[in-house]
């Protein structure tokens, strides 16, 4: 296993720009998850994708918030009209459940992108 | 979701072993205990689950009561590296519908010198 990669590691941008995160599972695995952890609080549960189908959104995924797998490989996490609140670290990670063993659906988190909206 | 509940802080020499414990009273049967840790900037790294086994790897081995209600992750000889967030989550791995993961705030660990 290669490990999950995020594209970029940091970003920072002015209130109101839109911005675009980049995920890469690792390969073969079919669960790609998107959660958003703030200072001091443990991550929170955004989105979650089997193959290209977006299985589950959490409230916390407001209308600005769109996320796509197109192809059941990468996934785009993109933030339309960025507020000040929407600093924090976007995290992204994969499992498989039809791994078989001890480590199935073991979701592997990636490093994170830390978002800065100014 | 079961729920966790873990210290908010431990210190823990460096050498020594560090156990870090997790209570989830609320646990389900087909529910799992994951452990996982955080260090400062970086992504959750997964260290180790079971179900009601106790379980060891290279990094920790992790102590389950024999009623779940709560769990002891140990690290058997503490380095400086270690120093990080430790959480535990209780899951069910599944082959059908996706079950929302809770993270708390986790067990800040200090291993100190």
């Known amino acids: 296993d290669t490990g999950v990669s995020q594209d970029p590691r940091h970003k920072i941008t002015k209130r109101g720009q839109n911005v675009t995160f980049r995920c890469d599972p690792i390969s073969e695995h079919n669960r790609l998850y998107w959660y958003r952890q703030t200072l001091g609080q443990g991550p929170e549960f955004l989105t979650y994708f089997q193959n290209e189908a977006q299985l589950e959104k959490s409230r916390l995924l407001s209308d600005r918030f769109s996320a796509e797998r197109p192809k059941g490989s990468f996934s785009t996490l993109e933030i339309q009209r960025t507020e000040q609140g929407d600093s924090a670290m976007y995290l992204c990670?994969?499992?498989?459940?039809?791994?078989?063993?001890?480590?199935?659906?073991?979701?592997?988190f990636g490093p994170g992108t830390r978002l800065t909206v100014l | 979701d079961a729920k966790t509940t873990q210290p908010t802080s431990m210190d823990c020499a460096e050498g020594r072993a560090a156990n870090l414990p997790c209570n989830h009273s609320?646990?389900?049967?087909?529910?799992?205990v994951y452990w996982y840790r955080q260090i400062h900037s970086q992504g959750p790294q997964y260290i180790i689950h079971?179900?009601?086994n106790n379980e060891t790897n290279e990094m920790a081995s992790l102590i389950i009561t024999e009623d779940r209600k709560s769990s002891t992750l140990i690290l058997p000889h503490a380095t400086l590296r270690d120093t990080a967030v430790y959480y535990c989550?209780?899951?069910?791995?599944?082959?059908?519908?996706?079950?929302?993961?809770?993270f708390g705030t986790g067990t800040k660990l200090q291993v100190i010198p």
């Open positions: 609320t646990i389900s049967g087909n529910e799992y």
């Open positions: 990670a994969s499992s498989s459940h039809l791994r078989q063993g001890r480590l199935r659906d073991t979701q592997y």
């Open positions: 079971g179900l009601k």
């Open positions: 989550i209780v899951r069910v791995p599944s082959s059908g519908g996706y079950q929302k993961v809770t």
